[in-house]
């Protein structure tokens, strides 16, 4: 009788953490950051039907990196998950700190009972009425949280980045100067990997997926901004 091939759990789950790292870092990065005017995401993404920054209830909104089906469908299920809970209840009991918690039960569960792990890391944020209410989130793919202040980023060179970001962000930034902010972080990845301070590449509107959660809407925060509006 064959004997079954064995491997360590400390090295499998090594082995499944570095096969998500790996499908994460090959995408592009997401930048969120908090400002006077609500909360803002952006992304390299020149596709407009294909979006990595969603809507999920009121005041909720999501950004992911990783394989497209995997974070689809996490989306579609926090979509349901809010709508359920919203009508169940209230929908003032939906909330950023939940959905975080029900997407890290699913990752979590995924990465240690499945043979393949979710190659995705989401963030989930909701704007409060005032910046020091605003709330982000940052899942990884074993299910980890991590409750992030004022600003986060995502995927491809995200420690890098994450520190520049972190040089350039401070409280009660105008919403231009959070795409300016934004755009310029994201154009700090080239070809060879991270650029230096002021080579950033120049990206185009037509290249980017911007989103905003409007403190000052009472409900439906989430918008998209495009064109002109990125140019400020």
């Given at each position: 009788m064959n004997m079954p091939f064995y491997v360590s759990p400390?090295?499998?789950?090594?082995?499944?953490?570095?096969?998500?790292?790996?499908?994460?870092?090959?995408?592009?990065?997401?930048?969120?950051?908090?400002?006077?005017?609500?909360i803002l995401f952006a992304t390299e993404n020149p596709s407009r039907a294909l979006h990595k920054i969603s809507e999920i209830y009121d005041r909720i909104a999501f950004a992911a990196v990783?394989?497209?089906?995997?974070?689809?469908?996490?989306?579609?299920?926090?979509?349901?998950?809010?709508?359920?809970?919203?009508y169940s209840y209230c929908r003032l009991d939906v909330t950023a700190r939940g959905l975080a918690n029900?997407?890290?039960?699913?990752?979590?569960?995924?990465?240690?009972?499945?043979?393949?792990?979710?190659?995705?890391?989401?963030?989930?944020?909701?704007v409060g009425f005032t910046p020091d209410d605003d709330q982000i989130y940052r899942l990884s793919y074993d299910g980890s949280v991590a409750d992030e202040q004022g600003h986060v980023v995502m995927g491809g060179q995200a420690d890098a980045l994450g520190t520049r970001l972190a040089e350039g962000w401070q409280a009660g930034l105008t919403l231009s100067e959070a795409i300016r902010l934004a755009t310029r972080t994201l154009g700090a990845v080239g070809g060879d990997g991270l650029l230096e301070p002021g080579s950033e590449r120049n990206l185009t509107p037509d290249g980017l997926e911007v989103a905003l959660l409007e403190r000052a809407r009472p409900r439906r925060a989430f918008r998209r901004l495009q064109g002109e509006a990125l140019l400020g």
């Open positions: 400390e090295q499998l789950m090594k082995d499944r953490a570095d096969f998500a790292r790996k499908g994460i870092a090959r995408g592009r990065s997401v930048v969120v950051l908090s400002c006077n005017d609500g990783g394989k497209y089906n995997e974070f689809e469908n996490l989306r579609v299920a926090g979509v349901r998950y809010a709508d359920l809970r919203g029900a997407y890290a039960q699913t990752l979590g569960t995924v990465f240690t009972t499945e043979s393949k792990p979710l190659e995705v890391e989401l963030a989930v944020a909701e």
